[in-house]
């Protein structure tokens, strides 16, 4: 995949994040003034829920490339699973983050340890940067790869029963707004604004990945390169 | 050739060390009676071959059978063998909280036969320190200890055992080289069979073969007298609780990492509020009497902590199940539960020190899983596994919240 591809995707899921923000805080209506505790702070809104999208694909990527790799040992499957994992990590941290402060200012606390949907997130956030974390704590080998792309696999098991949380265990964290098989009960304007969110952060992640595959390439072929040299001397 | 005399079976292996392939379709058979030894430069994959047999590490392609059974396959799956065997790892697989005849015991329970081990330690000089820590041995005198524990499975056992030594002969003494060359000749000529990697040209002259991992060459090997089993009785295996529960106990391993660790949390909980004045937060007052366990509990599992020392859980994974502590977090968790119910609700219940113990054993376990999962790791302590524990946060507050409703 060429550079200007990369560079393309990534510059343009920037600009359509900036547009989203920019729309969402200046053009879209706000809510009711009885409809939240805190009716300012929903506009995170914009920010939250795209992003929370982009880390479900970037999970999704990291359990593709982690099956790749742990059933058929391939080595862009390896690519996959660490863009996948440093991908989650930056959009799972984007949507803890906004979440913390939306959640101090509507409900009074940043986190709920008894909300299973914010756990599981949580969880699947921090397993992100266990993955990235650890993968530069040991050497590249068959042992490290098989480890951390079970871990991978495991993290994915996660993503259905976060889903299935939304639903099921709505302790303080709204249900769903979207893929609600009801039609949703946004007003069109924040769902335009939405849409034109979901869309830039997808791209973006998608450029962000195809970087971080790119940049593991080249760190592959670096080390190849070395081992080459140490077999020569 | 009977299939009854096949003791071991590498078919077509491929093995990966890092990112190189060390061992490629490599294909090899020891039937009983043999003695093959693993011949050739550092680094040319003998104890890959070993530890592969072992089912120690994982292999690419192939399969690897004892007795005729798969132990290992390159699909991942691992069979525990049907037939003890006996391993003796490059770096002992010793904990040094044990004493010699401790882990003889241990030893010979998995093989569920129990012999007098004094005339058998007399011969390599460690009679008179049979009830001696393994720590306090001399690097010569460990490695001692676990040859005889490799040697073991075969020495009490009067049908054909495999035995798997990798370089036994390492820091051992001259007369202990030579008793060791004795013992592979006489049990082989009692019908076990030997893989044995090694640079010593006394073992060497044991060998029936002598493979350097490309080809194997026959050679006549020195001869001896058959082994001679000693008076030998069958004992009940001890499975991975009990032995779990004697390192816990001996070593006081679970009171040092997870004790010490819920009553600190105790302690820094009474520091910021005196117990009265939570009258009537009764949810707060849950969370209090529950913590000390829950701590406990995330200090992980003390046996398998103990277990990383000298590569002990490779040697234990590879022989049985991983020794597990199971009781006492058990215990532990009731005793904390017990006085943070006293200090914080003035009353003891039955239910909630049932709830604070089990608290202490599940998190214990999972931590313990988790540890396990990242032991195949070059460097296992430098992982960030305990990332994932705070997910145990939420069972932790929903038990508290049940709790505080029923009551």
Known sequence: ?233 | MNMSDVLLTFESVEIRRGMSIVISDFSLTILSAEVVVLHGENGCGKSTIIEAAARILPIEKGQISQHGKMVIDSDGRRMMPTVPFGLTLQQNGLVGSDTISEHLNNMMSICKMKTNLAPILKQYSLDHRSNDLISHLSGGQQRKVSVIAGLLPAMISKSPRLILLDEPDAGLDDDAVQTLCRHITSLRLAGHAFLIATHDERILKCATRINNLNQDSEQEPQQGEIWQIPKIEVVASNNFIKVGFTYNFKTKAGFANNGIAGFLALGILLSLVEPFKLDNLLGLKMGFVLLPAFVAGLCGDPVVNLLRENRALDWWQANTATPRAVILPIIGGAILTTISSYIFLGNLQIIIIIAGSLCALFCSLIIGLLQLSTNKLSRPQAVFIRLLTPILILPWSIVVNELTAYI
Do not use: C
Not at chain 1, 87 to 100: C, K, N
Not at chain 1, 166 to 185: L, Q
Not at chain 1, 211 to 218: D, F, P, V, W, Y
């Open chain 1, 1 to 233: 995949m060429g550079e200007r591809i990369r560079i393309g995707f990534l510059g343009l899921g920037f600009v359509g994040i900036m547009s989203t923000l920019y729309l969402g805080f200046m053009w879209a209506p706000s809510v009711a003034i009885d409809a939240f505790e805190s009716p300012a702070a929903q506009k995170i809104f914009y920010w939250h829920v795209p992003s929370a999208w982009a880390a479900f694909i970037a999970f999704a990527v990291l359990f593709v490339g982690s099956a790749l790799w742990f059933f058929k040992r391939s080595p862009t499957g390896w690519r996959l699973h660490i863009a996948g994992a440093e991908a989650g990590l930056a959009t799972g941290l984007m949507t803890v983050w906004s979440g913390t402060i939306w959640g101090s200012a509507e409900w009074g606390t940043p986190w709920d340890w008894s909300d299973v949907r914010l756990n599981t997130f949580g969880l699947l956030t921090l397993l992100a940067l266990f993955l990235v974390l650890g993968r530069r704590s040991q050497p590249d080998g068959i042992e490290t790869r098989d480890t951390f792309s079970t871990f991978g696999l495991f993290g994915f098991v996660l993503v259905p029963f976060t889903y299935i949380a939304t639903r099921i265990w709505v302790i303080r964290h709204p249900g769903p707004v979207v893929a609600t098989g009801t039609g949703g009960s946004l007003h069109s304007d924040m769902a335009l604004v939405l849409l034109i969110g979901a869309i830039s952060f997808t791209i973006f992640i998608i450029g962000h990945i195809l970087t971080s595959m790119h940049i593991t390439k080249l760190e592959q072929r670096v080390e190849m390169l070395q081992r080459e040299i140490d077999r020569s001397d």
